[in-house]
């Protein structure tokens, strides 16, 4: 997909069986739409992410495995002080919410319960993006509803798919870029990239049971999307000779994520099982080949909430944040956090992404801070690269 350009047309591709229609003026539409994500002037860029949410009624809606001590008038709006206060403590400049967003089939109204899931993102005017679950169609809204409902939303990035490709799976594929800090040279490129896809909900083939996967037609999208970000990346001004780091979100793990657990190197705790689909669909792979994904970032498992390597890319969970969700008492909810730095250049601005730092936040008294860690490092591609 080269750049796009001034002429209204649509070019259609046959891919693996796959029809992409280009349509050049939705993308133009599109971009001015949105709000243009970038780096801060400290060269930071800092996203919350936001797993399992499980909302339904609100104040009604009570509190699953907390301990009894801490069961007075918990419900729903526990997790709503949570966000809150995550809000003010760590300033995101992105909210990522990872699916499972609202638990839809305890809700009694899911337009309701999403417009109040979200509402502390949009009450603090912070962009933010979703993905789906395998819970949030659970009602009178079907996945495509949902993600209508949320692209209405104020503030939000997501989009119900990208524009300009005619067929994809699912409800919620789509990417957005950062820019670097204004007035440096890198004012006008993405310099991190980020990637959101639906990873459904379940099997719908009668032979397979279980989760869901990410399709051929969203890897095929993914993969162009990739190559078109890294050909502008490193071509024209400031061109580069690596791609512009990718960091991918959805919401049920890959099977891979059970290859960090056998390497017994990793950061954060395994608790669960790996939920993901019985079959593997080949996107790990895919993201392996294209070569600029440094991180996955899932929910599903709320008791995991551990980082490790596997073959280059850090496969992640942020741990479940909803008190209406499963959880385990004594162990408190808790949300991920990640910050990209951008390298400082000699003439005292700012270049490329340096570093990509993690570390999870509890939801207690202090709202701790554990697990500190180094995903990816552009001066040791090794810590979390090849
Ligand atoms: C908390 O109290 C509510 C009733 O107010 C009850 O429905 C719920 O099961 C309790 N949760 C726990 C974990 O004890
Ligand atoms: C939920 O919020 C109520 C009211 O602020 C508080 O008393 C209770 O301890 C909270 N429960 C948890 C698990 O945070
Ligand atoms: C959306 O947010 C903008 C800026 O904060 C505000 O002016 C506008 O009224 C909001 N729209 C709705 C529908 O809330
Ligand atoms: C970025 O784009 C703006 C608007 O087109 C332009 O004024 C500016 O010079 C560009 N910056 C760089 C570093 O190319
Ligand atoms: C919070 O911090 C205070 C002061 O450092 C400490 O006394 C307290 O035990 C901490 N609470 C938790 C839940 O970590
Ligand atoms: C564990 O993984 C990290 C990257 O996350 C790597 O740098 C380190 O060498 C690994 N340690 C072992 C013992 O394999």
């Known amino acids: ?39 801060r002037e400290n060269g930071e860029f800092k996203i919350l992410q936001v797993a399992d949410m499980h909302y339904a009624d609100g104040k009604t809606t009570p509190c699953r495995d907390v301990l009894p001590s801490e069961n007075v008038s918990c419900s729903d709006l526990n997790t709503t002080a949570f966000l809150h206060r995550m809000i003010l403590a760590e300033k995101p400049d992105l909210i990522v919410f990872t699916g499972d967003n609202i638990y839809a089939s305890d809700a009694t109204d ?5 417009d109040a899931a979200f509402s502390p993102a949009i009450f603090a005017s912070i962009p933010w993006a979703a993905v789906l679950g395998n819970h949030d169609q659970e009602s009178a809204l ?12 104020n503030h939000t990035l997501s989009q119900v798919n990208p524009s300009g490709v005619d067929l994809i799976d699912g409800f919620g594929n789509y990417n957005l870029e950062v820019h670097g800090v204004e007035g440096s ?45 890294q050909r502008a990346y490193m071509s024209k001004a400031e061109a580069q000779e690596a791609p512009a780091p990718g960091l991918v979100y959805f919401h049920i793990p890959l099977p891979e994520y059970a290859n960090v657990v056998d390497s017994l190197n990793y950061t954060g705790v395994k608790q669960d099982p790996i939920s993901s689909a019985s ?47 499963y959880g385990k008492a004594g162990w408190a909810r808790r949300t991920r956090v990640v910050v990209a730095t951008l390298e400082k250049t000699d003439k005292a601005s700012w270049g490329p992404l340096k570093s990509i730092k993690t570390w999870k936040r509890l939801d207690d008294q202090n709202l701790t801070t554990i697990d500190v860690q180094v995903l990816w490092s552009n001066s040791s591609p090794g810590a979390g690269g090849s």
């Open 110 to 114: 899911a337009a309701r319960s999403l």
């Open 185 to 229: 040279g890198f004012e006008n490129k993405s310099v991190l990239n980020l990637y959101f896809l639906d990873s459904g909900d379940y099997s719908k083939v009668p032979s397979v049971s279980g989760y869901d996967w990410i399709k051929p037609s969203q890897q095929l999208w993914f993969q162009r999307t990739s190559m078109k970000l």
């Open 142 to 153: 079907s996945r495509e509803g949902v993600m209508k409902h949320i692209v209405s939303l």
């Open 279 to 325: 079959v593997n669909s080949g996107f790990f792979t895919t993201m392996v080949e294209a070569g600029d994904v440094k991180a996955v970032f899932t929910g599903h498992d709320h008791l995991n909430d551990f980082c490790g390597e596997y073959t280059g890319i850090q496969l992640c969970y942020a741990g479940g944040f909803g008190y209406h969700a």
């Open 1 to 39: 997909m080269e750049e796009k350009k001034k002429t209204i047309g649509v070019r259609c591709l046959l891919a693996v069986g796959v029809v992409l229609c280009l349509s050049s003026l939705a993308a133009a539409t599109e971009e001015t739409k949105q709000k243009q994500l970038r780096f």
